[in-house]
Structure formats: structure tokens, C-alpha cells
């Protein structure tokens, strides 16, 4: 007896909207009880850059949530909270270890009612953090989205979050496109099947499209420099100035501090939805299934996964959708109905489009990673040998922390051992690690795995093809040069953990 097809209703999830909600968020809380949030968030730009912003949420009395009725208040709330925690903390010269219990105390019962953690999610900062210029016009249309509240005021900062915004609603209607599809496999409806695959690419095409217009109105220096610092959490933080994490002081006495990552775009479930429905396993950085290491079951059957950081970003979703996500695994038989009628060429080549298209997707992700994280972090670290340390300690936050070389902060656990690695003696990069992300070579990996379970020989050769540089064996280009010294290591902690900026470590918006 095979268990239900999940139902969007049971899990809150929108058949037209997917995971962003239903019901608009609002612009504002409709109780007056609760201006005082809604004053500081109107105020947040002008009261980080005149410093003010910590004077004035020490003097805030704390609020009660009793009056928040509605799931859409509920959900404003924490997207206000987050907003000013995240100004509080890293709002100054340097950043604060301690939330006051004027926004501490809220933000825990929000938080627990939500099914989040107290901190600026994805969610806080995308899903719940937007409105339609035109209530008559779609939300996946860019020209007809705004965001509610930002840090910077910027036009940059507000492109970054809406383009998330956009692809969420335009991808929508892959959610109950492919649960039909799994129940039409169950049916040996083999032309459902194929149908849905082929609209299913067909949509990630269109998401291609979005994600390319970043560069439009997100400069990469602003969002390195002016945007990104306010993103961090608090894990792997120590040398941005939050060595142990953050204490959030809730008035018990027995405070501790608490660790957490910042928001992701790890952290969308579409995306996470994509990778179940098409029977694609991610692994920890570094490590790889070989052909004669598979398991017993079925090749097309997506087995429990594994804890690594796409798992520990699943923490970070709102409550319902995680559990979505969940019981989509346990139903998932895309890549098992697929290998099971390799006779029939359409359904293939329309499952194959599926996997080389998300696989591009990944590819320009890759390039705007490289464009707005990698690059500018070594043009930190050239403005940096050259300035004083008077000049470049200043100010201690995200975009100004570096540090010289010590263990690699990787986005895998030790599959065997849960623990850290340490660090292997001839000095070459140890890709393990307890927390954080790697960057460049988390997001190949990721590409890489969503070709595997191509069925068509020629797809798999064509998704595992190697990129040649220019002039790659050219004669005439002369050989590389060698023997031209150590390189100088600076380490940058990234949004959800940690990165070098070295392309093969470090980690921000992992697709």
C-alpha cells in the first residue's frame, strides 16, 4: 500500500502561489499596539546609518504577541523582528552577542509558532517580504513586485530579494504539476508523465531567465560590501566579531548563546522540491557515489538523505514546508517510472530535459556566485595589503573580516563520524567541516549530481562534459608558470557559515 500523495492544503502550500503564502503578506500589522515595530521598520535605514538604531530598541518595551491573530500577522511579525535583530546586531562599529528583550522575546514565541528559527531566513527576507504594485497583475512578473522592508533602502538590496520572489511564483505551478505526475506514474499513465516533465522544464527555462536579470539593478560591490553583512547569522562568525554566537536575552536568567545560520537561498523549498520529485541525491562536498557503491534498493529511489548542509537548511524552512518536503520523498517515483520504461523515448527525453535544464540552471547560479561573492572578496583582500589595519579594522562586520589560514569551514559532516576533520599534514585544503558552506564547490558538485540520473547515454555525456579554459593545450599559449610561491589564504565567513575566497570554499545563495 503505497502512502497518499501529499495535499498542498494540509501543508499551507498554494497550488497557484507554491510556498510563498496564499493570502498577500501584509504591509503593515493592523493593530496600533504594534506601531512601535512598525515605526523602527518604517525608520531602519536612516536609524543604522545614524547609528541609532540599538539606542532606540533598548528603550522599546517589550510587546506581547497576544494580539497577533492571523497567520499573515504572525508571519509579518517575524519578517519585522528579523529585520531588527539583524539591524541591532550588525548596525554597529562593531557587531552585538546579545539581542535586548524587546526584540529577543517576541522573536522566540514568533519563531515558535512559525516553526522557524529566531533569525533572518529566507522566509523573513523573501517569502513574506513583498508586495504587488498591482493586486491585478501576477507576482512573477519583476515589474510588478516591491519589498516591504529592507536594511539598506537600496534598489540593489530590494532587486536581490524580488528576483527570489519572482522565481518562487513562477516555479509554483511545478508543485502540483509534479505531484499529479507522481500519481499518474502510480497509474502507468506514461503520457501524464511526460507531459508534466516537458512543462516541468519548460517552467525551469523561464527561472533561467529571471535569475539573469540580477545583474539588471543588484550591483555586485553594493551587495558584497553594503547588502551581505546584514544577511550573516551567527554560526561560524567568530571572525566577523561573534565568536561564541548570540545570546538572546528572554528575562530567565540562564541565557546561553545560540548559533545560526543566516539566510540562504538553500533554504527555498522549490528548490529542494526540484531535486526530490527528479530523484536527484546530493552528498556532502567532496564525497561521490560510485557506480558500484549504489544500494540495494532501486536506482531511481531516493534514499533518507544524508546530513549535510542542504539537510540543515531544511531547518530553516518554515515548519509545514519542511514536512512537505518530507513526505515528497517518501512518494517520489519520477526516476524509478522513468527507468522502468527506458523503451519509451519520449518520456525519457523529457526527463532528461528536466535534469540538463535544472543542471544550466545551477551553471548561471554558479557565474553570479563567482560574480558577487568571489570576485569582490579578492578585491577585499587587495584593498586590504594595501590600507593600515587602522584603516581596515574600523569597522568589524561580514565584509571586513579576514583572517590567515586555519582549517577550511566545509558544508559537510563527516559522514562516519559527525565530527570535524582535522587538517591533513602535507597542508593541502581539508574540504570537511562541521558547519558553513563550501561555494564553488558545493554548487558543481550540486550541478554535477543533477545529471546522474540521466537516462539517455548521450545526456549523460553531454551533462558531464568538462568546461576547457581558453587557449587549454594551445602550444603557442607556453606552459604554466611554476614554482611562483605560496599564496596568502584569507578566509571570508559567509551568510550561512564560512568561505574562502579561493573559488573552492565558502558558501552565500546555494541553489
Not at 93 to 102: F, K, T, V
Not at 233 to 239: P, R
Not at 361 to 390: F, G, N, W
Request: hydrophobic letters at 35%; one cysteine or more; charged letters at 25%.
Amino acid at each position: 500500500m503505497f502512502p497518499p500523495v501529499p495535499k498542498l492544503a494540509d501543508y499551507g502550500i498554494s497550488p497557484t502561489h507554491g510556498f510563498l503564502p496564499e493570502t498577500l503578506p501584509l504591509t503593515r500589522l493592523p493593530d496600533p499596539y504594534y506601531h512601535k515595530w512598525e515605526a523602527i521598520a518604517a525608520n531602519l535605514q536612516a536609524l543604522i546609518l545614524s547609528k541609532r538604531l540599538r539606542g532606540v530598541v533598548d528603550r522599546l518595551p517589550v510587546l506581547s504577541t497576544i494580539g497577533l491573530e492571523h497567520d499573515a500577522e504572525w508571519r509579518r511579525a517575524y519578517s519585522l523582528l528579523s529585520f531588527m535583530a539583524h539591524g541591532y546586531i550588525w548596525g554597529g562599529d562593531s557587531p552585538s552577542d546579545r539581542l535586548p528583550p524587546s526584540i529577543a522575546v517576541p522573536l522566540l514565541q514568533v519563531s515558535k509558532h512559525l516553526e522557524v528559527p529566531p533569525v533572518a531566513t529566507y522566509a523573513a527576507l523573501c517569502l513574506w517580504n513583498f508586495k504587488p504594485l498591482f493586486v491585478d497583475e501576477d507576482i512573477d512578473n519583476l515589474e510588478n513586485l516591491a519589498t516591504l522592508t529592507t536594511f539598506t533602502g537600496s534598489l540593489d538590496e530590494s532587486w536581490f530579494y524580488l528576483i527570489s520572489v519572482a522565481m518562487e511564483a513562477r516555479g509554483a505551478p511545478i508543485i502540483p504539476l509534479m505531484l499529479d505526475a507522481i500519481d499518474a506514474a502510480r497509474k502507468d499513465d506514461a503520457a501524464t508523465v511526460t507531459k508534466s516533465l516537458t512543462a516541468f522544464a519548460e517552467r525551469l527555462d523561464d527561472l533561467i531567465g529571471l535569475l539573469l536579470r540580477m545583474h539588471e539593478s543588484c550591483d555586485p560591490t553594493i551587495f558584497y560590501n553594503r547588502i551581505r553583512p546584514f544577511l550573516a547569522g551567527s554560526k561560524n562568525m567568530a571572525e566577523a566579531g561573534l565568536p561564541d554566537g548570540v545570546i538572546y536575552e528572554d528575562g530567565s536568567g540562564t541565557e546561553k548563546y545560540h548559533q545560526y545560520s543566516g539566510g540562504s537561498n538553500a533554504q527555498s523549498s522549490l528548490f529542494q522540491f526540484f531535486d526530490i520529485v527528479l530523484g536527484i541525491q546530493h552528498y556532502p562536498t567532496g564525497e561521490k557515489r560510485g557506480r558500484d557503491s549504489e544500494p540495494r534498493e532501486r536506482q531511481g529511489h531516493v534514499p533518507p538523505p544524508k546530513h549535510n548542509f542542504i539537510m540543515e537548511m531544511r531547518r530553516y524552512m518554515p515548519g509545514p514546508h519542511a514536512r512537505f518536503l518530507s513526505d515528497v520523498q517518501a512518494v517520489a517515483n519520477i526516476r524509478d517510472y522513468v527507468n522502468d520504461h527506458r523503451n519509451n523515448r519520449p518520456l525519457c527525453l523529457a526527463y532528461d530535459a528536466c535534469l540538463s535544464t535544472l543542471s544550466s540552471l545551477r551553471d548561471k547560479h554558479i557565474a553570479i556566485v563567482t560574480r558577487y561573492i568571489v570576485l569582490p572578496s579578492r578585491e577585499v583582500r587587495a584593498r586590504s595589503r594595501s590600507r593600515s589595519p587602522e584603516a581596515t579594522r574600523r569597522k568589524l562586520n561580514l565584509a571586513t573580516a579576514s583572517r590567515q589560514p586555519r582549517q577550511p569551514q566545509g558544508i559537510a559532516y563527516d559522514p562516519r563520524s559527525g565530527a570535524t576533520q582535522q587538517p591533513q599534514e602535507n597542508g593541502q585544503k581539508n574540504l570537511k567541516g562541521t558547519g558553513g558552506t563550501a561555494l564553488i564547490a558545493f554548487l558543481k558538485q550540486a550541478r554535477d549530481e543533477t545529471g546522474e540520473p540521466a537516462v539517455e547515454e548521450w545526456t549523460k555525456r553531454f551533462l558531464g562534459r568538462k568546461a576547457r579554459s581558453p587557449g587549454e593545450g594551445d602550444f603557442f599559449a607556453g606552459k604554466p608558470e611554476m614554482g611562483t610561491g605560496p599564496v596568502e589564504e584569507v578566509e571570508v565567513p559567509g551568510l550561512a557559515g564560512i568561505w574562502t575566497i579561493e573559488d573552492d570554499f565558502g558558501g552565500i545563495c546555494n541553489y
